[in-house]
DNA sequence: TCTGGCACTCGGAAGCGAAGAGTGCCAGGG
DNA sequence: CCCTGGCACTCTTCGCTTCCGAGTGCCAGA
């Protein structure tokens, strides 16, 4: 077990290195923390914990950053949350308000994250999974087409072409309205299958053909869109990575472009709390220099959905956890007042 | 005017430039390109060149590198489109024609674009601006709730919520729902406002309210739809511009994610016909050391919205401007088939 | 008008040495 | 037993110089 001090000078080493950039050695540490001993005390520690694998040193005589293990004990053990302050929390609100719909509010929570964490923000869209059902609409286009809007509780809306096998009459297709909005409001995606199973029936032979045509493409849509979509910004703040950059960034931005690969790592991330994943901890190899903070949020009490910010692993990370803990709380709201 | 052959050495130097990322000299242009003359000849060409503008050396005594003028010259006199090959074109077909909705359309055709350009993709959505009303759906979701849900030609789906002023009934809902759409349907946006001017006056007082709130809750989404969006795909690709990153490439990724940038500047873009503009001839600052590519596609004979891609002055312009035209092509199909 | 030759320039690579930061280790003191 | 000051050692970094070669411009001759 580490000793106290020895869990200072890790701390000290970590909030240096994110500042300045370089790898620092034990006279500016008791240069600049007064941890009340000398450099060559600094010294036995740095070697213990370079033994313990928290930090190393990038060559012989430079001094010591942290390793992935060193961020995950400060992260776990030393480092706490870093709240907003109240100006802050005011202008998250205030630029969250303003939002005029579901997408808005995205791009919006985008935007923010990034600016506030200067690093790249993923949100992803409210997830469907969880989601109920709020109204089905159908509409007729053409005697034999059909299309088919879903809306969810969420504020989301889906919609589908249907190409009937037989032309659908304006009252059957009213009735059928009635019935589908009568059988799955309210009700979860997961139970609607169950739910409409032998909606079929009720109809005429004539028109079953179509009903069944209808119900598996609402099936399809419901699955489909459980395939979730996110949105990413702030890409710029990669420019800010480091110096060896074309070999670090690449791998990154090819990684952000892989959307499926982010909502992975989204939806490893635990469900409750707020997840950090440093460094080699990312399962991708392209972020394997890079850690990533996420959470879920949700309109009620339960998450539907994550968000979070890719940086380098020397990040801020109690700054980078409030913002991404006060956004996602605010992004919670807003999605439960609309 | 310059003569044949100085013609000649300028499209060896463009061509040389972007295959090598090197500056070329005389002696290398006469080894790789039979101009039929020595390097001298050569070299008292280059400084012609170089007294109207057309190329310029780094430093004195290296070879030498087009500039925007010489890149526009080539583009407009000296180089013509590549065709895509039959494969590539079966290549293209392929992949769009497995979208499924209009947001798989756009994002197939982001991937499609960068990967076949090896650059920064930037697609349109189809605008409304001369889109028509396919079905205007209005929904009860509470007592003084609705929603109302756009559908138009290019299958593009937009909802709004509308908080009544009053409680409305079914009644009134359905006359309003058969009213808008006798009115509306198949009919130009710009035209709405127009037709729906008088509708109130034919509802009780009652429900006036509601319909004038719905009216314009209507004309605000038909308005704010237009300002169009879209989606950039490759951006890894940036990594291939240069070896001076940091200050390259920084610019380029911010004003990537201004979608206001680049909309005015897909906007300002020739209507018809292939639009390249070249490093300093874009207006906005970050990308005056790329081209940009863009041409207007559309379902009809008409262009709906614009795709290209942004790259390095330095890029293959035929080779770029035959992906841009036969991708813009084939989405065009795409749409008019949906 | 083109060509070969020639002197010149200048950037980039390579080599070298000094400077400085940082370490590890050790002996001495509280 | 832990901390401290001192000291020798190791490497990286930086600036300097040198050298090489690519590429140029110019000129005289075909």
Do not use: W
């Not at 994250?113 to 709020?134: D, E, F, G, I, N």
């Amino acid at each position: 077990m580490l000793s106290e001090r020895r869990l200072q000078v890790l701390r000290a080493i970590v909030q240096d290195y994110v500042g300045t950039e370089e790898p620092v050695g034990s006279k500016a540490l008791t240069e600049r923390h007064n941890l009340g001993v000398s450099p060559a005390t600094v010294r036995n520690d740095m070697a213990a914990l370079e033994d313990e694998g928290y930090i190393a040193q990038p060559h012989t005589s430079a001094g010591r950053i942290p390793t992935d293990k060193g961020y995950r004990l400060f992260v776990d053990k030393l480092a706490g949350v870093k709240p907003m302050t109240a100006p802050e929390r005011r202008a998250i609100q205030n630029f969250l308000d303003g939002a005029v719909d579901l997408d808005d509010v995205v791009a919006r929570t985008v935007r923010l994250l990034a600016q506030l964490t200067r690093q790249v923000a993923v949100v992803q869209y409210p997830s469907l999974t969880r989601s109920t059902v709020r109204h089905v609409e159908l509409l007729s286009l053409a005697p034999a087409r059909l299309m088919l809007v879903l809306i969810t509780d969420t504020g989301r809306v889906e919609q589908r072409m249907v190409d009937c096998p037989a032309p659908f009459g304006e009252t059957s297709l009213a009735d059928l309205r009635a019935r589908l909005n009568s059988r799955v409001a309210g009700r979860r995606f997961s139970d609607v299958p169950r739910l409409v199973e032998d909606l079929p029936e009720a109809f005429e032979a004539d028109d079953r053909g179509t009903v069944s045509t209808v119900l598996s493409t609402l099936l399809e849509t419901l699955v489909e869109e459980n395939e979730e979509r996110l949105m990413i910004g702030g890409t710029a703040n990669l420019t800010r990575f480091g110096h060896d950059f074309p070999l670090t960034i690449r791998p990154v931005l090819e990684a952000l472009e892989e959307h499926v690969v982010l909502l992975k790592l989204l939806g490893e991330a635990g469900d409750s709390g707020m997840t950090v994943r440093i460094g080699h901890e990312n399962a991708y190899e392209g972020l394997n220099s890079t850690s990533v903070v996420s959470v879920g949020y949700g309109s009620g009490g339960e998450a539907v959905a994550k968000l979070g910010v890719v940086g380098p692993t020397r990040m801020d990370y109690p700054g980078t956890m409030g913002a991404v803990r006060a956004v996602a709380r605010y992004v919670g709201q807003i999605l439960a007042e609309s």
